[in-house]
């Protein structure tokens, strides 16, 4: 059985492409060389697969081959020519022409093209045949066969007729088959022709052949020889898309395209093994025969078979390994270009991490004026190198990774070489930059402890200057060891002083601002005038030990002076009262000598500026301190709690809740920071004026008020979270000793620590500039302190429903024993007879006066303060006063209402009785003040004059008369006020009984008695004379020419405003129809407004307020306000 497959032949001096991934892959990156190259992976025989002419397949003629009418049993003739054989087929004739010619065409593709080459052998089997059959078989298959004919043997039919029929006919016919053909009369002539090892049993051979089995092989074969035909154009389409692909600009999208080409590789590799699996089976059929039997002998068929599925087994074999090495240069470079946008990504990332870094270390000022804020400088700067520290690290590291890429033979190597480059510069830079302001910053400390060094020998010299006992000095043994002292000390100036200015200079240029150079001329003068100071008081010393001289008495005793060796503030007390005593003794101290009382006076004045440095540094210091401890709470705690990698350790009851446990602490950092501590340096050598910084920042000091209010519900937070994980871990970090609620505290203790330093200052700078500053920014921060003090207890108020900001400022707050007595019809009737008093708490609010009952307090801390539970409350627009009750000076009443309401408050003490009783009369007072500006504007419009009568008194209530109804109970009050007025008329006759709204601000200061609910009650004529003229608005009845430049013209029916009083019986009046002001004298006022009933400044249409000062028995005083009284 000899199976040749024609389409697996080998043609020599052809070759093929299956792919070409040499394309590029990207054009933003340049490719490697070898990738440029097309490999050739496949053999001739591949290529022969790809570009064989389309023929017919095995499959395709499957019935036309079963019918058996011409077989290839795989024989060769002596030549190699390659045998067809057709059998005895009787129907021969009745085949289709198109049968015929697929069969024979499809036969004659089989054999190789060499054996093609040297012809066919046909050997036609007609033994059984007739001659006319066998003349049409010929006919036909010399016009049908495709291929190059060498020999037709005829087996000519047996039967004597036909067999005499074919040699007679064959003659004459032999030129008409255009092919040589030989008659064989038996099959021993035809293996005269050809071998009988090469022939079939059929024909006497001993070739074993079975059609069928030779289908199956040819079919299996084909198959074969088409899969590997497509697994190679499989793989060339997809080294194409390979070679065409682009490579991304990101690493997610070439993460993606990796794992793409990943997948549709395995799927190749997949076919390749199918097609390798299918090729080792056929290859193993092929082989059966030799498996059965050692000895078999192939046809040469079989043969070239076997050696064609062996190629193609090999040169998929081949195909495999070329593009296992293709792809492991396409996944390497995929792999390097994810590997490249790691890097960029991460060098972006980095770049912007080091300009930040750049940008801060360009923006910080290692410029100090103290060694504290040196350090406190240098600790900024150490916090900023940690910082840049992580980004150094991360940046050489990226740099280092760079380098391993470039070592890796990375295709993108000129592009990453640049940017380890730009990496490792930048870092040079950054550390470079770090490196010199630390060296500057330490070398700027080293200068400022030196000169601090040298102003505290200064200022402890002048202290021992100060402390030296005037009376010690007058005997010659305390002055010679008073000079022993100072000889002492000055020994120590080497050790201590700077030496050469110049060479300071030279030393420390790199670090020398302007106002550095500025301190070290300061101490060097301050040496100066030190060294000039003990060089007078030696010559002085001097003198003294050199005669006896009678001790002076001492003024009065002086306290110890410690020893210089104590603490620090021990010893900064010790020193400031023992200085301040000093001072004292040397005024006091009867100094006969003129040079000698000059030289102390100008000492004193050096003590206290020395004295009041200290202060100022103590301020600067902690207040340096201050700031620092505030960042370091908002950055070691506020800013963690959105720290996600903390997240875990905060507790649920903490959660968003930073507001609430930090207040506005950063509010108050970002002023102290940006702001105040600037300020305050900038007074550095001037304490003395330091009020002014208070005072102008006295507004924003008010921020303390909410961090104060807030202050109970942070304790309480924090006190609910304090042991939770996330406030250790913090305070781990942090490495501080005292927990978070130390350092909320602070902004409380900062607050009350201004006004002690403020103090002391004021203390040493008596008769400076800046004393009033001083004792205004005291006075300013105690209010501030006060007003924090009452909000925390105004934010303790329950149970009152309306909103306190709306009730206007709170001005004071205090606890009282309260009794209440209600007015019933005219009489007076106790509600409830409360012999025992009520505790009340009050509020007193610029509109409204509340009253509260003061709960227990409990709890600990800041929930330890009490609580006030709302009682009642009065409104300031209805409320009126008597100074003193029932002869208790620590009593005073509160009532409205025309005294339906009467509140009888005492204090605690009398002062604080006067204290409350002052700040209601300043709230009484300011809102008569607007009513009456409130009443001028609505004035201020012409006003018809006021009907006039023959009356020659003159009314000065400034409201109209009230009616009828009320005549009777004003008759009954006459009496009243008449036995009042009496009692008045030797301490202000001027005021005595005057209506409410007729008093100015000035009167109401001097004789604060109002009251609002009575009815208003008419002057007698004897008390109009007296009491005529009053400020106020009065209608003018006659004309009259003003006589001077200062005076004033008035006309009949102007409407004018008598303002003050002033010398010479002289009054200050306004014409509010000219709005023109002069002055005008008191005798011609009373002719000018005589005939005038009533001036009807303050009243309305819809009711008129009145009242009357009066004086009760016990010489109390009542004070109102003006509800009813409407601009």
């Given at each position: 059985?000899?199976?040749?497959?024609?389409?697996?032949?080998?043609?020599?001096?052809?070759?093929?492409?299956?792919?070409?991934?040499?394309?590029?892959?990207?054009?933003?990156?340049?490719?490697?060389?070898?990738?440029?190259?097309?490999?050739?992976?496949?053999?001739?025989?591949?290529d022969d697969i790809l570009q064989r002419e389309e023929g017919l397949l095995c499959a395709e003629i499957?019935?036309?081959?079963?019918?058996?009418?011409?077989?290839?049993?795989?024989?060769?003739?002596?030549?190699?020519?390659?045998?067809?054989?057709?059998?005895?087929?009787?129907?021969?004739?009745?085949?289709?022409?198109?049968?015929?010619?697929?069969?024979?065409?499809?036969?004659?593709?089989?054999?190789?093209?060499?054996?093609?080459?040297?012809?066919?052998?046909?050997?036609?089997?007609?033994?059984?045949?007739?001659?006319?059959?066998?003349?049409?078989?010929?006919?036909?298959?010399?016009?049908?066969?495709?291929?190059?004919?060498?020999?037709?043997?005829?087996?000519?039919?047996?039967?004597?007729?036909?067999?005499?029929?074919?040699?007679?006919?064959?003659?004459?016919?032999?030129?008409?088959?255009?092919?040589?053909?030989?008659?064989?009369?038996?099959?021993?002539?035809?293996?005269?022709?050809?071998?009988?090892?090469?022939?079939?049993?059929?024909?006497?051979?001993?070739?074993?052949?079975?059609?069928?089995?030779?289908?199956?092989?040819?079919?299996?074969?084909?198959?074969?020889?088409?899969?590997?035909?497509?697994?190679?154009?499989?793989?060339?389409?997809?080294?194409?898309?390979?070679?065409?692909?682009?490579?991304?600009?990101?690493?997610?999208?070439?993460?993606?395209?990796?794992?793409?080409?990943?997948?549709?590789?395995?799927?190749?590799?997949?076919?390749?093994?199918?097609?390798?699996?299918?090729?080792?089976?056929?290859?193993?059929?092929?082989?059966?025969?030799?498996?059965?039997?050692?000895?078999?002998?192939?046809?040469?068929?079989?043969?070239?078979?076997?050696?064609?599925?062996?190629?193609?087994?090999?040169?998929?074999?081949?195909?495999?390994?070329?593009?296992?090495?293709?792809?492991?240069?396409?996944?390497?470079?995929?792999?390097?270009?994810?590997?490249?946008?790691?890097?960029?990504?991460?060098?972006?990332?980095?770049?912007?991490?080091?300009?930040?870094?750049?940008?801060?270390?360009?923006?910080?000022?290692?410029?100090?004026?103290?060694?504290?804020?040196?350090?406190?400088?240098?600790?900024?700067?150490?916090?900023?190198?940690?910082?840049?520290?992580?980004?150094?690290?991360?940046?050489?590291?990226?740099?280092?990774?760079?380098?391993?890429?470039?070592?890796?033979?990375?295709?993108?190597?000129?592009?990453?070489?640049?940017?380890?480059?730009?990496?490792?510069?930048?870092?040079?830079?950054?550390?470079?930059?770090?490196?010199?302001?630390?060296?500057?910053?330490?070398?700027?400390?080293?200068?400022?402890?030196?000169?601090?060094?040298?102003?505290?020998?200064?200022?402890?010299?002048?202290?021992?200057?100060?402390?030296?006992?005037?009376?010690?000095?007058?005997?010659?043994?305390?002055?010679?060891?008073?000079?022993?002292?100072?000889?002492?000390?000055?020994?120590?100036?080497?050790?201590?002083?700077?030496?050469?200015?110049?060479?300071?200079?030279?030393?420390?240029?790199?670090?020398?601002?302007?106002?550095?150079?500025?301190?070290?001329?300061?101490?060097?003068?301050?040496?100066?005038?030190?060294?000039?100071?003990?060089?007078?008081?030696?010559?002085?010393?001097?003198?003294?030990?050199?005669?006896?001289?009678?001790?002076?008495?001492?003024?009065?005793?002086?306290?110890?002076?410690?020893?210089?060796?104590?603490?620090?503030?021990?010893?900064?007390?010790?020193?400031?009262?023992?200085?301040?005593?000093?001072?004292?003794?040397?005024?006091?101290?009867?100094?006969?000598?003129?040079?000698?009382?000059?030289?102390?006076?100008?000492?004193?004045?050096?003590?206290?500026?020395?004295?009041?440095?200290?202060?100022?540094?103590?301020?600067?210091?902690?207040?340096?301190?201050?700031?620092?401890?505030?960042?370091?709470?908002?950055?070691?705690?506020?800013?963690?709690?959105?720290?996600?990698?903390?997240?875990?350790?905060?507790?649920?009851?903490?959660?968003?809740?930073?507001?609430?446990?930090?207040?506005?602490?950063?509010?108050?950092?970002?002023?102290?920071?940006?702001?105040?501590?600037?300020?305050?340096?900038?007074?550095?050598?001037?304490?003395?004026?330091?009020?002014?910084?208070?005072?102008?920042?006295?507004?924003?000091?008010?921020?303390?008020?909410?961090?104060?209010?807030?202050?109970?519900?942070?304790?309480?937070?924090?006190?609910?979270?304090?042991?939770?994980?996330?406030?250790?871990?913090?305070?781990?970090?942090?490495?501080?000793?005292?927990?978070?609620?130390?350092?909320?505290?602070?902004?409380?203790?900062?607050?009350?620590?201004?006004?002690?330093?403020?103090?002391?200052?004021?203390?040493?700078?008596?008769?400076c500039d800046g004393c009033d500053d001083l004792q205004e920014a005291l006075s300013s921060i105690l209010?501030?302190?006060?007003?924090?003090?009452?909000?925390?207890?105004?934010?303790?108020?329950?149970?009152?429903?309306?909103?306190?900001?709306?009730?206007?400022?709170?001005?004071?707050?205090?606890?009282?024993?309260?009794?209440?007595?209600?007015?019933?019809?005219?009489?007076?009737?106790?509600?409830?007879?409360?012999?025992?008093?009520?505790?009340?708490?009050?509020?007193?609010?610029?509109?409204?006066?509340?009253?509260?009952?003061?709960?227990?307090?409990?709890?600990?801390?800041?929930?330890?303060?009490?609580?006030?539970?709302?009682?009642?409350?009065?409104?300031?627009?209805?409320?009126?006063?008597?100074?003193?009750?029932?002869?208790?000076?620590?009593?005073?009443?509160?009532?409205?209402?025309?005294?339906?309401?009467?509140?009888?408050?005492?204090?605690?003490?009398?002062?604080?009785?006067?204290?409350?009783?002052?700040?209601?009369?300043?709230?009484?007072?300011?809102?008569?003040?607007?009513?009456?500006?409130?009443?001028?504007?609505?004035?201020?419009?012409?006003?018809?004059?006021?009907?006039?009568?023959?009356?020659?008194?003159?009314?000065?209530?400034?409201?109209?008369?009230?009616?009828?109804?009320?005549?009777?109970?004003?008759?009954?009050?006459?009496?009243?006020?008449?036995?009042?007025?009496?009692?008045n008329s030797s301490s202000s006759p001027k005021h005595k009984g005057w209506n409410k709204a007729s008093?100015?601000?000035?009167?109401?200061?001097?004789?604060?008695?109002?009251?609002?609910?009575?009815?208003?009650?008419?002057?007698?004529?004897?008390?109009?004379?007296?009491?005529?003229?009053?400020?106020?608005?009065?209608?003018?009845?006659?004309?009259?020419?003003?006589?001077?430049?200062?005076?004033?013209?008035?006309?009949?029916?102007?409407?004018?405003?008598?303002?003050?009083?002033?010398?010479?019986?002289?009054?200050?009046?306004?014409?509010?129809?000219?709005?023109?002001?002069?002055?005008?004298?008191?005798?011609?006022?009373?002719?000018?407004?005589?005939?005038?009933?009533?001036?009807?400044?303050?009243?309305?249409?819809?009711?008129?307020?009145?009242?009357?000062?009066?004086?009760?028995?016990?010489?109390?005083?009542?004070?109102?306000?003006?509800?009813?009284?409407?601009?």
């Amino acid at each position: 059985m000899g199976i040749t497959c024609r389409s697996c032949e080998v043609q020599s001096g052809k070759s093929a492409e299956v792919w070409c991934p040499g394309a590029r892959m990207g054009q933003q990156q340049s490719v490697p060389e070898d990738l440029d190259q097309t490999p050739e992976v496949l053999s001739t025989t591949s290529d022969d697969i790809l570009q064989r002419e389309e023929g017919l397949l095995c499959a395709e003629i499957g019935s036309e081959l079963q019918k058996q009418f011409a077989i290839l049993p795989g024989g060769r003739g002596i030549n190699g020519s390659p045998i067809i054989v057709f059998p005895e087929f009787p129907a021969f004739g009745e085949l289709e022409e198109e049968e015929v010619q697929n069969v024979l065409s499809y036969l004659a593709s089989v054999p190789s093209v060499a054996a093609s080459g040297e012809g066919f052998i046909l050997v036609i089997d007609r033994r059984l045949d007739r001659w006319a059959a066998v003349r049409a078989t010929l006919l036909r298959i010399a016009g049908s066969f495709p291929g190059n004919l060498h020999l037709v043997l005829v087996l000519r039919p047996t039967t004597l007729l036909q067999r005499t029929l074919s040699d007679f006919l064959f003659k004459f016919n032999r030129d008409e088959f255009k092919m040589k053909v030989v008659m064989l009369s038996s099959v021993t002539e035809l293996h005269a022709y050809i071998d009988p090892g090469q022939l079939t049993t059929e024909l006497g051979g001993t070739q074993e052949y079975c059609h069928d089995s030779w289908i199956s092989h040819r079919t299996a074969i084909e198959a074969f020889a088409l899969m590997v035909k497509t697994t190679a154009q499989t793989l060339q389409a997809f080294g194409t898309e390979l070679a065409e692909t682009e490579l991304p600009n990101d690493a997610e999208a070439t993460t993606n395209l990796l794992h793409t080409h990943t997948l549709k590789k395995d799927k190749m590799k997949e076919d390749l093994q199918v097609a390798l699996s299918q090729g080792g089976r056929l290859l193993e059929c092929i082989n059966e025969p030799l498996q059965t039997d050692p000895e078999y002998s192939m046809t040469y068929d079989e043969l070239e078979n076997l050696a064609t599925v062996q190629r193609l087994l090999g040169q998929l074999d081949e195909t495999e390994a070329a593009f296992d090495d293709f792809w492991e240069r396409h996944r390497t470079k995929l792999e390097q270009c994810l590997q490249l946008r790691h890097f960029e990504h991460h060098f972006r990332e980095v770049r912007a991490q080091l300009d930040v870094t750049s940008e801060r270390l360009a923006g910080f000022s290692e410029v100090s004026v103290s060694p504290a804020h040196a350090e406190h400088v240098l600790r900024e700067l150490s916090g900023h190198e940690d910082k840049a520290c992580d980004a150094l690290d991360r940046a050489l590291s990226l740099a280092a990774e760079g380098d391993m890429l470039i070592e890796n033979s990375h295709y993108a190597e000129d592009s990453i070489r640049p940017k380890c480059s730009e990496l490792r510069g930048v870092c040079e830079e950054i550390s470079s930059t770090l490196r010199s302001k630390k060296s500057l910053l330490l070398r700027a400390m080293e200068l400022h402890n030196a000169l601090e060094k040298a102003s505290r020998w200064c200022e402890e010299g002048i202290f021992l200057l100060a402390s030296q006992s005037v009376d010690r000095c007058q005997s010659q043994d305390g002055a010679e060891a008073a000079l022993q002292e100072l000889e002492r000390y000055l020994d120590t100036a080497s050790l201590h002083t700077l030496a050469d200015r110049n060479a300071i200079c030279c030393q420390y240029e790199a670090t020398l601002t302007a106002q550095l150079r500025d301190q070290v001329e300061r101490v060097f003068q301050k040496q100066s005038s030190v060294q000039e100071m003990f060089e007078k008081r030696r010559v002085s010393l001097k003198k003294l030990a050199a005669k006896q001289t009678r001790p002076v008495q001492p003024v009065a005793p002086r306290p110890e002076v410690k020893s210089p060796l104590s603490s620090p503030n021990q010893q900064r007390k010790e020193r400031r009262y023992s200085a301040d005593n000093a001072i004292c003794k040397k005024v006091e101290s009867p100094i006969h000598n003129g040079g000698t009382r000059h030289a102390s006076l100008s000492e004193e004045e050096e003590n206290l500026a020395v004295l009041r440095r200290h202060v100022m540094n103590e301020l600067l210091e902690t207040e340096r301190a201050y700031v620092e401890e505030l960042l370091c709470v908002l950055e070691g705690y506020a800013a963690e709690m959105d720290n996600p990698a903390m997240a875990h350790l905060i507790p649920s009851t903490l959660l968003s809740k930073k507001d609430v446990l930090f207040g506005n602490m950063s509010e108050i950092y970002q002023f102290h920071k940006r702001t105040f501590l600037k300020e305050l340096e900038a007074y550095t050598d001037c304490p003395e004026l330091v009020g002014r910084c208070f005072l102008e920042r006295m507004k924003d000091l008010q921020i303390y008020e909410a961090y104060c209010q807030n202050k109970p519900r942070s304790e309480s937070l924090w006190r609910q979270c304090s042991d939770c994980a996330f406030f250790q871990e913090c305070q781990k970090k942090l490495e501080h000793k005292l927990g978070l609620d130390s350092y909320l505290l602070k902004p409380v203790q900062r607050i009350t620590k201004y006004q002690l330093l403020l103090k002391e200052l004021l203390k040493y700078s008596k008769g400076c500039d800046g004393c009033d500053d001083l004792q205004e920014a005291l006075s300013s921060i105690l209010g501030i302190l006060k007003a924090v003090n009452d909000s925390m207890h105004l934010i303790a108020i329950t149970g009152y429903e309306g909103n306190l900001s709306e009730l206007g400022r709170l001005l004071m707050q205090g606890s009282f024993s309260v009794w209440t007595e209600h007015k019933k019809g005219h009489a007076k009737v106790k509600d409830l007879a409360r012999f025992k008093p009520m505790q009340r708490h009050l509020f007193l609010h610029q509109k409204a006066l509340l009253f509260c009952k003061r709960r227990e307090e409990n709890g600990e801390g800041y929930e330890k303060a009490p609580s006030y539970s709302f009682k009642h409350s009065l409104s300031m627009s209805a409320v009126g006063i008597t100074e003193n009750a029932k002869g208790d000076n620590k009593k005073f009443e509160i009532w409205c209402n025309s005294r339906d309401e009467v509140f009888i408050a005492q204090a605690p003490t009398p002062e604080i009785k006067t204290a409350w009783v002052n700040e209601i009369r300043k709230v009484l007072t300011q809102q008569l003040q607007a009513c009456r500006d409130a009443s001028q504007q609505k004035s201020s419009d012409p006003v018809s004059p006021s009907p006039t009568s023959n009356n020659t008194s003159i009314s000065l209530s400034p409201f109209r008369s009230s009616s009828q109804k009320n005549q009777k109970k004003q008759e009954e009050k006459k009496v009243e006020a008449s036995t009042i007025s009496e009692v008045n008329s030797s301490s202000s006759p001027k005021h005595k009984g005057w209506n409410k709204a007729s008093l100015s601000v000035d009167a109401s200061e001097e004789n604060d008695g109002y009251s609002s609910g009575e009815d208003p009650m008419n002057s007698d004529p004897e008390d109009d004379i007296v009491k005529k003229l009053a400020p106020g608005k009065y209608t003018v009845v006659t004309d009259c020419e003003k006589a001077g430049p200062q005076e004033l013209s008035v006309k009949s029916g102007d409407m004018v405003q008598l303002i003050r009083e002033g010398e010479d019986g002289q009054w200050f009046v306004k014409n509010l129809r000219t709005s023109k002001e002069g002055w005008v004298a008191a005798a011609n006022l009373l002719s000018l407004i005589s005939e005038s009933k009533s001036s009807q400044s303050l009243s309305s249409s819809d009711g008129s307020v009145s009242g009357n000062l009066s004086t009760s028995s016990s010489c109390s005083e009542t004070y109102t306000s003006y509800s009813d009284i409407k601009p």
